[in-house]
């Protein structure tokens, strides 16, 4: 069992930035891959970003690419996702996840965090 909690999120304006932390209990956090995706209001959850254990395989939606950036530090049981250029698009609650294998979609992973809220205004 993996227990995980976001952190980090909040108000900000268009072309500012956020920093988000998960961090991670229960089993080894190292051998999960990691992911984050976003639910806005009337909308399905949509994959972000995701991390491979050994933090050298990264992939990234398109909407982000080149904006957000995932890294984890495997001491610390934690993973980041570093939001920067922030649009309104991007308001959303963002939830963090743990899986046996880096992907794309959200039923390949197997923990979830709550959630946590982040508001862009224009």
């Known amino acids: 069992q993996v227990q995980l909690v976001e952190s980090g999120g909040g108000l900000v304006q268009a072309g500012g930035s956020l920093r988000l932390s998960c961090a991670a209990s229960g089993r080894t956090f190292s051998s999960y891959a990691m992911g984050w995706f976003r639910q806005a209001p009337g909308k399905e959850r949509e994959f972000v970003a995701t991390?491979?254990?050994?933090?050298?395989?990264?992939y990234y939606a398109d909407s982000v690419k080149g904006r957000f950036t995932i890294s984890r530090d495997n001491g610390k049981n934690t993973v980041y996702l570093q939001m920067n250029s922030l649009k309104a698009e991007d308001t959303a609650v963002y939830y963090c996840a743990a899986g046996s294998v880096k992907a794309t979609t959200a039923p390949r992973y197997d923990y979830w965090g709550q959630g946590t809220q982040v508001t862009v205004s224009s």
């Open positions: 991390i491979q254990w050994s933090n050298l395989d990264t």
